[in-house]
């Protein structure tokens, strides 16, 4: 069993039984079970990553007799929402890595390969080894790309090397950011922070790891030592006003620096130098640590095909042009797009995740039976905004910008508070694994 590396087995203990007392709301399933529907539609989940899964396993307890097929060559399972703790150094890669197999329901055939193209006027989709999959029902969960090479100079078998980080990178570059982190915050100098223009997982990721860096630097007393700089891609640090506003404070506070409308564009890592776009142009900033964040887009197999957004805000970067309430695609009746992949304004977190697959679940169903749905996804959107080791603000939102507290009246969404960390530190990971299973 991996253990977090600040925590003692009793803290541990008292931990888990406080975050999961706290996340019990999150985690119920609601209401009594409901009959199977019988029926033999063919659906087809394309990407197996955490909605991919979840969407699986609630369709294979609702569904008697469909033939669903889970279509994705990865066999590992990350557990994303573990790799800032990774980065940390507060827990090793071990802690993010499962496999795929292990959350796939009985009843769901998982075909280890890629989606290559997908025909929605065929309602056919054909894989990398040339196998096609016709269906009745398509459920894009296929997440987003990382795209490292829109950065010239980028290099990801770099990171952890010469001040180069890298949260996103996978459980390895993590570790090697963590590494990289701490060199810098035993020696100081200065450290660029910021985030990709383009729309992105866990946008509160960046801002948590400039955080972070700035615990580490103070618990040892070498923050006078370091300047830390976070280059904000808009003129604004959270897409949510009054959380922006919080963190400028904070950040105000804690002597970190903002530039705003600075756009990473390229790096050389050999001279420790960062190049931003800027309303001035092109600027230059040296560093001895960097956290790069790439900028992220729909996979080719979405971005290239008739699903993707025509126009509009996500169009350029080919997200799924869906319903934003429902999660149904706009065209294309029988389509679906949850967790990353869905063009919506929010969403992008494993807790919207767990928001998104019942609704979407509930309006394939009930197209099944020949009825309709008034299930709807408000945008509801969670980020647990860690500021310092043992201390995070659970941060709720939905598509107005409107908090939505989870634990009104016991947790204050805009304060420091150390529940919120175990919710993160502890609570979270259980949680996330009864919802691949579909029993959250």
């Not at 007392?21 to 009959?35: D, E, F, K, T, V």
């Not at 279509?71 to 827990?91: C, I, K, M, N, S």
């Not at 976070?230 to 897409?239: E, P, W």
């Not at 009825?371 to 860690?386: A, E, F, N």
């Amino acid at each position: 069993m991996t253990t977090s590396r600040i925590a003692g087995a009793p803290f541990a203990r008292r931990a888990f039984m406080l975050g999961g007392a706290a996340l019990a709301g999150l985690a119920a399933g609601g209401g009594r079970p409901r009959a199977a529907v019988a029926t033999r539609a063919r659906i087809v989940i394309l990407g197996a990553g955490a909605a991919g899964l979840a969407m699986a396993s609630r369709l294979a307890a609702r569904l008697d007799g469909a033939e669903i097929t889970l279509l994705d060559r990865r066999r590992e399972h990350l557990y994303q929402p573990g790799f800032t703790l990774v980065a940390a150094g507060l827990r090793t890669p071990d802690y993010v890595i499962s496999t795929t197999a292990e959350y796939v329901a009985r009843g769901v055939t998982l075909v280890e390969e890629r989606g290559a193209e997908i025909d929605p006027v065929a309602k056919v989709v054909t894989t990398d080894a040339g196998r096609r999959l016709p269906y009745d029902f398509l459920v894009l969960a296929t997440g987003l790309t990382l795209d490292y090479a829109a950065i010239e100079g980028m290099d990801v078998a770099r990171i952890g090397q010469d001040g180069l980080g890298s949260v996103y990178a996978g459980p390895a570059q993590a570790e090697a950011t963590w590494r990289a982190m701490s060199a810098f915050a035993d020696r100081g100098g200065t450290a660029i922070f910021g985030r990709p223009e383009t729309e992105m997982k866990c946008a509160g990721a960046p801002l948590k790891y400039a955080f972070l860096t700035d615990d580490t630097l103070r618990r040892r007393g070498n923050r006078t030592r370091a300047e830390l700089i976070y280059n904000a891609q808009t003129t604004s640090l959270f897409s949510v006003p009054i959380v922006a506003e919080k963190v400028r404070m904070l950040f105000g506070e804690r002597g970190i620096k903002v530039n705003h409308s600075h756009v990473l564009k390229a790096i050389d890592p050999a001279r420790r130098i960062a190049t931003f776009e800027t309303a001035q142009g092109r600027k230059e900033f040296g560093y001895d640590f960097i956290n790069v964040i790439p900028p992220m887009r729909a996979p080719e197999v979405v971005r290239n095909s008739p699903l993707r957004w025509q126009s509009g805000p996500w169009a350029g970067d080919g997200w799924a042009e869906v319903e934003r309430h429902t999660l149904r695609h706009v065209r294309f009746p029988e389509v679906f797009a949850v967790g990353d992949i869905a063009g919506v304004p929010k969403g992008k977190t494993a807790a919207s995740v767990k928001w998104q697959v019942p609704v979407a679940a509930d309006h394939l169903v009930a197209t099944i039976e020949g009825k309709q749905s008034d299930s709807r996804y408000d945008g509801y959107t969670s980020c647990p905004l860690i500021t310092r080791v043992g201390r995070a603000m659970l941060v709720e939102f939905d598509y107005e910008n409107n908090l939505t507290p989870s634990f009104p009246g016991v947790i204050a969404p805009l304060e420091e508070l150390w529940i919120s960390w175990i919710m993160k530190e502890v609570g979270l990971k259980p949680t996330y694994l009864a919802m691949l299973r579909g029993r959250a």
